[in-house]
């Protein structure tokens, strides 16, 4: 997908015409990442605001004891570090290619820049933050509230709504995707996590094919987390 493509289907850039973004597209750069390798580290001085343009990026929190935990996972067409470049901290967690990536990174200096020559950009980024810090603030609720059973049946629609292949059995969740990934999103043991993706599995429900996972039943998890699917 050509750059001005990409940019036009994400929500900060909703207030320029047409020939405004191709010239916004012009300032982005084009990296490309191998499968583990780091987008940039938590601490890192947040100069690149970045897109997904092909492949997936976890989000990564670490803690002094080694353990790490998976905050998100970015999809083709969706922005990270935003927040960190918008507030003009470090980078409060680490970016990581699950495969191999391409981002697409616009620097800091540049973004200020738009934002002040074009204010309704100014609203719709606030808006965009807004709503991801609504969205950061459902996951600390959950993880501090819910049953595990819930926490991961929620992760896996999550998943499926950003990165899911339909298929005649069901929807797979396009990208590499372990027990102990799971177990990081939903802040618990793998142990516990293998126990529920099993029972998930048992019940037919999921299915764990050529490492990836199929959801067979989306109705059922949707049932699980409290919610209906809609039509």
């Known amino acids: 997908m050509a750059r001005y493509e990409l940019l036009r289907k994400i929500p900060i850039f909703n207030s320029f015409l047409d020939a405004e973004l191709r010239k916004v597209a012009d300032h982005f750069q084009e990296e490309r990442f191998d499968r583990h390798e780091y987008i940039f580290m938590e601490g890192d001085p947040s100069e690149w605001l970045c897109i997904v343009a092909e492949g997936e990026v ?3 929190k670490h803690s002094p004891n080694g353990k790490d935990m998976t905050l998100e996972i970015i999809a083709p067409g969706e922005v990270f570090g935003a927040v960190a470049v918008f507030d003009q901290i470090p980078y409060p967690a680490s970016a990581q290619a699950l495969q191999k990536t391409t ?3 616009l620097p800091r200096r540049v973004f200020f820049d738009l934002l002040d020559r074009h204010p309704a950009m100014a ?7 807004g709503k991801r810090l609504r ?4 996951m600390m609720r959950a993880l501090a509230a819910d049953r595990v059973e819930r926490r991961i049946a929620a992760i896996l629609l999550k ?7 339909p298929e005649r ?13 799971v177990a990081e999103m939903v802040g618990t043991t793998v142990e516990t996590a293998i126990r529920v993706m099993s029972k998930f599995t048992k019940a037919g429900w999921i299915a764990s094919e050529e490492g990836s996972i199929l959801i067979r039943n989306r109705a059922k998890l949707a049932e699980i987390c409290g919610e209906s699917l809609s039509a």
Do not use: M
């Open 159 to 165: 998943l499926a709504e950003k990165a899911g292949v």
């Open 58 to 60: 976890r989000i990564v």
């Open 169 to 181: 059995e069901g929807v797979r969740i396009g990208l590499p995707l372990t027990r102990q990934d």
């Open 123 to 129: 609203v719709d980024t606030i808006t965009f933050l």
């Open 103 to 105: 981002v697409l990174k």
């Open 135 to 138: 969205a950061a603030h459902a």
